[in-house]
């Protein structure tokens, strides 16, 4: 008994350290500012506050909010102990924020923490990852199936690639070309083992988005092979709790006597933690790499050949669209119930440019 009121006194004790930290930055914006006074003031909430992705995101918020007279903040960068969304939620709701945006997915957790915002008249939008039970007003992220049809796409790519190849290593060997007949009945691919095609994804995650994903990969490649298609595509779980773990995951999937022909891998740390794993176990032209963001690291992996394509969210779009569907909302009392971020693929043949939109980027800071 003495345990679960110590337990519940530490608990009190933390949101309420957390909840006045909030206030008292708030309250230091105005003196800090002296003539600045925002409208509103909102939340982010992600699981991961040091990539690359959710720092653009972050970015483009804190621009649309600005021109709104509202300000930005990402809640649990401030605070020297971690917490876990679930906690910056208790956190965001107990302080009275004027709105919240967090990285969600369907555990019925998270769900019940988005409804007691909602019942305290905060309005919660979902982003990246969606939260279809709870009342939250809006969801911000990418259309799963389309980005899935496009993953597909670049796999047959990748087959036709192989093909013309394999065909090419035939034509040196064999002048004659008498059997091409019988290597042809071997597959469209040009060759008698299946291709396999393991999508990472989220071993916590539980939400449709995966499986609608993954949905639109299998259309795409049977719409061009069939049925029958040679083609062995399988879900493999990454614990992306933290760094550690997706490395683990990862490597434990290139330990395995069968690697996986493709990997499409769905956010930037698996990407890149493939791209190592492939050039550490000498797997550079063996695996080819699906990723997912345009680091830099992922940028130039494509410009050396590692990686064979990337899809790009306009990920400043996406921390606009948060303000603009909490600004709606604010004003209507209602909003749009999904924003749909941009995609933009990058390969071989369009890498440059990005390329040196980054050594512009770099020149700029300096």
């Given amino acids: 008994m003495w345990t679960t009121l110590l337990t519940a006194l530490c608990v009190i004790l933390t ?38 992705f959710w720092q653009s995101v972050y970015e483009g918020a804190c621009e649309r909010a600005l021109e709104e007279n509202a300000y930005v903040d990402w809640l649990g960068e401030q605070f020297f102990e971690k917490y876990s969304v679930e906690e910056l939620m208790r956190i965001a709701t107990a302080s009275a924020v004027d709105g919240i945006i967090v990285t969600a997915n369907e555990n019925e957790g998270l769900t019940e923490l988005i409804d007691q915002a909602a019942a305290a008249g905060i309005p919660v939008v979902t982003l990246y990852g969606d939260n279809t039970k709870s009342a939250r007003c809006s969801f911000v992220g990418v259309g799963s199936y389309n980005l899935g049809r496009e993953y597909g796409r670049q796999v047959l790519a990748i087959i036709s690639d192989r093909r013309q190849e394999a065909a090419k290593v035939q034509e040196a060997q064999d002048a004659v070309l008498e059997g091409r007949a019988a290597a042809g009945a071997a597959g469209r691919d040009g060759s008698a083992q299946p291709v396999r095609v393991a999508v990472l994804v989220n071993a916590y995650a539980q939400d449709m988005d995966q499986n609608i994903l993954c949905s639109g990969i299998q259309e795409t490649i049977e719409q061009e092979f069939g049925a029958e298609s040679g083609i062995e595509l399988s879900l493999l779980s990454v614990d992306d709790t933290n760094a550690f773990s997706v490395e683990e995951s990862i490597r434990d999937i290139f330990m395995e006597q069968e690697t996986p022909d493709i990997i499409i891998c769905l956010n930037e740390l698996t990407t890149t933690c493939v ?57 209507l009392g209602y909003t749009s119930q999904y924003f749909t971020a941009d995609v933009r693929l990058i390969r071989k043949e369009n890498v440059t440019e990005y390329l040196q939109k980054g050594e512009g980027d770099d020149e700029t800071a300096q």
């Fill in 15 to 52: 949101v309420a350290m957390a909840v006045y930290v909030i206030w008292f930055y708030q309250s230091g914006l105005v003196e800090e500012t002296e003539r600045e006074v925002y409208d509103k003031y909102y939340v982010l909430i992600t699981e991961d506050s040091k990539s690359a």
């Fill in 275 to 331: 791209y190592q794993a492939v050039v550490d176990y000498n797997k550079v032209g063996e695996v080819s790499i699906l990723g997912y963001y345009d680091s830099d690291t992922i940028i130039n992996a494509i410009d050396r050949n590692v990686i064979y394509a990337t899809v790009a969210i306009d990920t400043r779009q996406m921390g606009a669209f948060c303000i603009d569907a909490l600004q709606e909302y604010h004003e």
